[in-house]
């Protein structure tokens, strides 16, 4: 595959530009990881369909596009009407704005008068250039790319090698930030490489809430390659959401790491709602006893769409609960790929780890590749794991027509009743009440385009699908 | 208003409703009566649309329509409503919005215009009091983990909010405590009018003493075998249903 090569190439030649102008060291202890990331990524180069974590997903079309990263090196600014049109009603929480991965200062709120003390954000190019200025940023060094390892993780790898900005949350002890902090990345350009940097530090004791969601102004191709870093203390919670919309031309490829440490709890819930190929790779691990992990996800997708999530819960502990629950709606010839790997290790007893996984099937052109991956070490664990797929069942849909609603209305209300199991788990309100609109209007456009008039005609004896 | 005429209907290849004659006019209550498996529950079906069952023979006419080419969905917008004798579960689909959607794909039909948010509650909190209903149902999911005399209740709720011309209760007096029974009654007694229809499917006497029927039929076997006042519901309390079974065997040995 020859232009897959000369795409790693281009990375590989952006990567000797930037070590020539001097741009890795800043900061100076990330100089060494940059270049033990780059090394990953030129060593392995973009997955094939060989690599048993990505059999069912093709990457060659992402690989052989030449995503850029955005050349110019002025402020990104949007227009007024633009942030406006971003916002979630009712959402007054603070809200930091990024525009092909770099962030929007103007867009954003100005973090400082809306947030508690002991709340910290700051875009992480502010954050690495005061660190690289007057070495306040330990905290920094500390965990940014110690949590999701490049090695193993190519897409990782190259994000690190080229991490530039994003955005930083610290909570510190006993704090608990009294609103949700939304991170809205925003996709203008076609074309372009987006390489987000997300780190979350919650110390021991605190509570914090963070929206990450993925917008796009473009109908076009482009690559967002998003790496997510949350690293819970003691008796720490986050609470986590990603809502993503990316146009269905874009690849979007997504790294979550989240280490929790003892008593620490960590949920997640992502909605793909976009994109033509998303990949999520999440890893949830243990690190103290007493953790807690609530990993859920919700996708649905029409047309081509592709989406693949590889969950790995890792129960190197004993007496941690971990519960996943992902399920995907399914029209067209759309293909959702799921692989949730449990790990208990030999000392981790008294784990208690569930996974549900659903999908619902609208056309017969769908494809689903289901596995769940249980690797058990310890013996006094409970490891529990369900998955089921299907179509809608005839008599609820029955029951909804002999109340008046047209077939294709009662299919979608059906659907949005499948989904909504995720969506009334969405804890902050105007988040839950923006993602319910989403899918009503999602699952009433997918169904409105069965023939209305025809099912109206049928007889009936017609037999139910 | 509504016309069975020499009705046949089966389920999966078997053969259930043989031969259906019934006249509902405006302003009466029917009941229906059967022994298990007579075909009450089909006849119910096949009138409300539902797919899974085919028409052998015969036609209905619903206000002088063709009922049977009729979409289900058309039926109950043209003002056909069942209760269900087992109502369905609809998870994460909460009563108010399966409600809401309902009643304006109804009133669409009718030619009044939607009810915005105000006024769907507005009714809605008159009709939840007319079958005594706690307001807590409406946010919960459509009959998912109702107790069975709830379901029961939500389906004369449904029944109260659509305002349907014609409405067969399929045994919804089962499972209903006494006073439930008495409440869900009362408000199907107001529902009651000059210009609506009903047809009562029970196995009870109990509910005939609130509803009174004008007509009272037997379903036997998929056919209708006796037909006549609300004097044969009390006989048929009395007696059970060996003596139509005798009956028949006699109606049918040569002579
Ligand atoms: N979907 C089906 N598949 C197979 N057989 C069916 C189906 N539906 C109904 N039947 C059969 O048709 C017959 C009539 O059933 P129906 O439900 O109409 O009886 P019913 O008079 O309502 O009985 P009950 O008083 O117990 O409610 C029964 O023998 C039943 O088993
Ligand atoms: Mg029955």
New binding site residues.
């Given amino acids: 595959m020859a232009t897959a090569v000369s795409t790693r190439a281009r990375y590989l030649a952006d990567f000797a530009t930037r070590e020539r102008e001097g741009a890795l060291e800043r900061p100076s202890w990330l100089g060494p990881l940059r270049r033990a990331a780059i090394s990953t990524f030129a060593e392995a180069g973009f997955p094939t369909t060989r690599e048993e974590d990505w059999r069912y997903t093709n990457l060659a079309p992402l690989a052989q596009m030449p995503f850029t990263p955005v050349q110019t090196h002025e402020p990104p600014e949007l227009s007024g009407t633009t942030v406006a049109r971003l916002g979630i009603e009712g959402a007054d929480w603070p809200r930091l704005v990024f525009v092909d991965g770099r962030y929007a200062r103007r867009a954003s709120t100005p973090t400082r008068q809306t947030l508690a003390d002991g709340v910290r954000i700051s875009s992480l190019a502010d954050a690495m250039q005061a660190d690289a200025g007057h070495g306040d940023g330990a905290r920094l060094e500390r965990h940014l790319a110690r949590h999701a390892k490049p090695d193993g993780n190519v897409f990782a790898a190259l994000n690190t090698a080229f991490v530039e900005d994003g955005a930083l949350v610290e909570v510190r002890a006993d704090t608990a930030a009294s609103q949700p902090i939304e991170l809205v990345f925003v996709a203008r350009t076609p074309g372009v490489l987006a390489q987000p940097r997300i780190l979350v530090i919650a110390e021991r004791g605190s509570r914090v809430t963070i929206v990450e969601r993925y917008v796009a102004l473009v109908d076009d191709a482009y690559f967002t390659n998003v790496v997510t870093e949350v690293a819970i203390g003691p008796g720490a919670s986050v609470d986590h959401y990603v809502v993503q919309e990316q146009s269905v031309r874009a690849f979007h490829v997504a790294t979550l790491h989240a280490a929790i440490e003892r008593d620490g709890s960590f949920s997640t819930c992502g909605v793909t709602l976009g994109g033509r190929l998303a990949r999520t790779t999440l890893t949830a691990e243990f690190r103290g006893e007493g953790g807690a992990a609530a990993l859920r996800g919700l996708y649905v997708i029409e047309g081509t769409q592709h989406v693949d999530h590889h969950v790995t819960v890792d129960h190197a502990v004993p007496r941690c609960t971990s519960r996943q629950l992902y399920k995907g709606v399914l029209d067209g010839s759309a293909r959702a790929v799921f692989n949730g790997r449990i790990v208990v290790r030999p000392d981790a007893q008294k784990t208690d780890a569930n996974q549900t996984n659903k999908h619902l099937l609208l056309s017969d052109g769908v494809e689903v590749d289901t596995k769940p991956q249980l690797e058990i070490f310890a013996d006094d664990v409970k490891c529990t794991h369900g998955a089921a797929e299907g179509q809608l069942a005839p008599e609820p849909l029955f029951y909804l027509r002999s109340r008046g609603l047209a077939e294709p209305a009662a299919r979608a209300l059906l659907t949005y009743g499948f989904a909504r199991e995720v969506v009334e788990r969405i804890a902050p309100v105007p988040l839950q009440a923006y993602v319910d609109r989403q899918l009503r209007a999602l699952t009433e456009r997918l169904l409105q385009r069965s023939d209305r008039t025809a099912v109206e005609a049928a007889p009936s004896t017609k037999e139910n699908r | 208003m509504l016309e069975i005429r020499s009705l046949s209907a ?3 290849g ?1 053969a ?2 043989r031969n259906i004659d019934l006249d509902v006019r405006a302003g009466e209550v029917h009941a229906v009566m ?12 096949v009138l409300a649309g539902h797919p ?2 085919t028409v052998t023979g015969g036609e209905v006419r619903y206000r002088g329509e063709d009922l049977l080419a009729m979409s289900p969905e058309r039926r109950a917008r043209a003002g056909v409503f069942l209760a269900f ?1 087992y109502p369905v579960e609809i998870p994460g689909v909460s009563n108010a919005t399966f409600l809401k959607a309902a009643v304006n794909e109804v009133r669409a039909e009718r030619g009044l215009e939607e009810l915005d948010a105000m006024e769907f509650l507005e009714v809605l909190e008159q009709k939840l009091k007319l079958v005594e209903m706690d307001r807590s149902f409406l946010s919960r999911p459509v009959n998912e983990g109702f107790s069975g005399g709830e379901k029961k209740r939500n389906e004369i709720l449904q029944m109260a909010v659509l305002e349907p011309t014609l409405a067969i209760l ?2 919804t007096d ?1 499972g209903l405590d006494i006073d439930a029974l008495r409440v869900v009654a009362h408000g199907v007694n107001r529902l009651r009018r000059p210009d609506k229809a009903m047809i009562l ?1 029970t ?1 009870y006497q109990r509910i005939l003493q609130y509803l009174e029927p004008d007509h009272v039929h037997v ?1 036997f076997d ?1 056919r209708i075998v006796r037909s006549g006042s609300k004097d044969l519901a009390l006989e048929l309390e009395r007696r059970g249903y060996d003596w139509i079974r005798e009956d028949l065997a006699v109606a049918a040995r040569p002579a």
């Fill in positions: 089966g389920v999966a078997k259930i409703l059967g022994p298990n498996g007579s075909g009450k529950s089909t006849l119910a079906q899974a069952y004798q399929d045994e089962s499917i196995h379903l998929g």
